[in-house]
């Protein structure tokens, strides 16, 4: 590239408004910090630079310079303006939770081995049955 001040091309900035922040968003973990998570963003937007400028020309600092301005400038913008106000990413972040598992995810706990005791048949209001109180019936008293 001849002149160090060309705007990248915009193809290559709608990819990093549309496709780098859910890309950002599934190798983000919600139990991170703040600043974990924005060290992986700023990692994220210096690999695609490097990437976008090695294959458009050689690359050389000033070039680079001005594609990594404009990727995390274009990146940070449109995650502030439309996927962060809008939930997607937040979404992304808890769908692809890999240390915690949501609710739904979690193993349903197996059943005991042995069954549970029975209680004695009864009919309703706890009343005994007629066999019981026939068995009542024949008992003598004291």
Known sequence: MDDANELLD?????FAFLVLPPVIAVINQRTWSRE???????AVCLVY???????RSDVDWA????????????????YKL??????I?????????????????RPV??????????PPSTTPNNAPSARHRQ????EPWP
Do not use: C, K, Y
């Open 109 to 118: 706990p197996a059943p005991p081995a042995t069954p549970p005791a029975t």
């Open 10 to 14: 915009p193809n290559s900035m709608t």
């Open 135 to 138: 068995d009542l019936d024949d």
């Open 89 to 105: 990413s937040h979404r992304i972040e808890e769908a692809t939770d890999f240390t915690h598992p949501p609710e739904e995810a």
């Open 63 to 78: 070039e680079w310079r001005n594609v990594i301005l404009q990727v995390m400038i274009g990146t940070f913008g449109a």
């Open 36 to 42: 974990v998570r924005g060290t992986v963003a700023l």
């Open 82 to 87: 439309f996927w962060e106000p809008s939930n």
């Open 49 to 55: 630079s490097v990437l976008i400028t090695a294959l």
